[in-house]
């Protein structure tokens, strides 16, 4: 088996005590998917258990873990995170011409999601310091029209969530929690995607706890809950059914196919367990990154995170920001030369052709353009050591001293 496999959930931090690795040395993958241990134990419990398709024992497991750790009514696993903001907006009720106000600077899910419904993105600038939503510019963009908030985490760093939930009860707005990166974080000791009305999960093996594909609906209100079980039941009662409180199933609303299987949910609860452990050692990472990068910074090079310290976030994403975003490409060939595997990220949805067609925006969108293009995400997973963090920051370093020439 050439997969990596941390031997009782462990995350070495430093190189001796590792495993072998599937990138070759002196290369930093940007991600590596980490298995934390039991992932292949809970998958012949799964297949022994003759019970494949959605809703059996680990969907339930994971489900009631996920609902006891938010504080709320239910939680429904789904295939994809995008499967989930689906199912919220079809909660929602949006309906066409309804406003619903997000970043630009998100994932193009956040708007599929209510594109789907003839509905329409509005676009809001993003905070500098936490590249979220700035909440102080919602208010202006509310019109007759608008039904929701969508907020994003970004990197599992939380949105100001009481501002926001305070101009959505004034408003009478839905707040819905694109919580994709922020599972393990809080706004202050509350946890992210136990906040807003409804939030959405990813389990994409790109997060820091995966599944290979996966997702989950939270919902933290129970007046939903109903609707939304028909929902994920393609439009019928089959829950109800299996549970005993009807005699048999039927169509009774709309709906789709939006369980994953036994298998992935078999996985993902293998990753749940691990969850604190996985926080910890990406932490622990970040930080090493925060020590290394500070010289940079000093000399006015690049610009790293601002998380507010009111706040626990999950280490799900390390970014520098450069100072000219005209070098950005010439930085990223010289760190993949060097073996590292940086990368940029969202290409704002207001300045793509899907963006121009079926959304938005509300005021200029100058942080969300400068901080887009400026941009650069470093290599964090479970995987890495320090050692790693060290030779990324050098690389970095020489690829952007003015002085430096790019070394391969
Ligand atoms: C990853 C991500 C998604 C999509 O998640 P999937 O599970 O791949 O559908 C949506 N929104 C944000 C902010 C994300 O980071």
Redesign the pocket.
């Known amino acids: 088996m050439t997969w990596t496999r941390a031997p009782s959930g462990q995350f070495p931090l430093d190189r001796t005590e590792r495993a072998s690795r599937p990138n070759p040395p002196m290369t930093v993958a940007f991600n590596v998917p980490r298995l934390v241990g039991p992932e292949l134990e809970y998958l012949a419990e799964a297949l022994a258990n003759r019970h494949l398709s959605g809703g059996g024992p680990f969907t339930q497991r994971c489900e009631r873990w996920l609902a006891d750790r938010l504080g709320v009514a239910r939680v429904l696993l789904?295939?994809?995170?995008?499967?989930?903001?689906e199912m919220a907006a079809l909660l929602a009720g949006l309906e066409p011409g309804d406003e619903v106000i997000m970043p630009s600077f998100?994932?193009?899910?956040?708007a599929n999601a209510v594109v789907l419904r003839g509905a329409v993105p509005v676009f809001v600038d993003i905070r500098p310091d936490t590249l979220n939503l700035d909440e102080a510019l919602i208010e202006a963009a509310i019109t007759p029209r608008t039904r929701a908030i969508c907020v994003?985490?970004?990197a599992g760093v939380a949105c100001e969530m009481d501002a926001i939930m305070a101009i959505a009860a004034r408003h009478g707005l839905l707040v819905i929690e694109?919580?994709?990166?922020a599972l393990g974080a809080t706004f202050r000791d509350r946890p992210l995607g136990g906040i807003g009305h409804m939030a959405?999960?990813?389990?994409?093996e790109?997060?820091n706890v995966m599944s290979g594909?996966?997702?989950a609906l939270i919902l933290r209100d129970p007046a939903l809950v109903e609707r939304a079980e028909i929902l994920w039941q393609k439009g019928t009662d089959r829950l109800r059914f299996d549970r005993g409180e009807v005699s048999k199933y039927t169509w009774v609303d709309v709906g789709s196919s939006f369980l994953p299987s036994e298998i992935i949910a078999a996985v993902l609860w293998a990753q749940l367990g691990a969850m604190e452990a996985i926080t910890a050692h990406r932490l622990a990472l970040w930080d090493a990154y925060a020590e290394a990068l500070a010289p940079l910074e000093r000399d006015g090079l690049l610009c790293g995170p601002r998380p507010p310290a009111a706040h626990r976030h999950n280490a799900h994403i390390h970014h520098v920001l450069l100072n000219d975003a005209a070098r950005r490409a010439e930085v990223l060939a010289d760190l993949r030369r060097a073996g590292v595997h940086a990368v940029s990220h969202y290409v704002p949805l207001h300045d793509s052709p899907a963006g121009r067609r079926f959304a938005r925006s509300a005021g200029p969108m100058r942080r969300t353009e400068d901080i887009a293009a400026r941009l650069v995400r470093l290599p964090l997973h479970g995987d890495m050591t320090r050692e790693d963090v060290a030779n990324v920051v050098r690389t970095l370093a020489a690829a952007v001293r003015p002085d430096a020439v790019a070394e391969a």
Do not use: I, N, R
Request: net charge negative; with cysteine.
């Open positions: 789904t295939h994809s995170c995008t499967a989930a903001l998100t994932f193009v899910s956040t994003v985490h970004y694109d919580a994709a990166q959405a999960l990813s389990f994409h790109t997060k594909e996966g997702g």
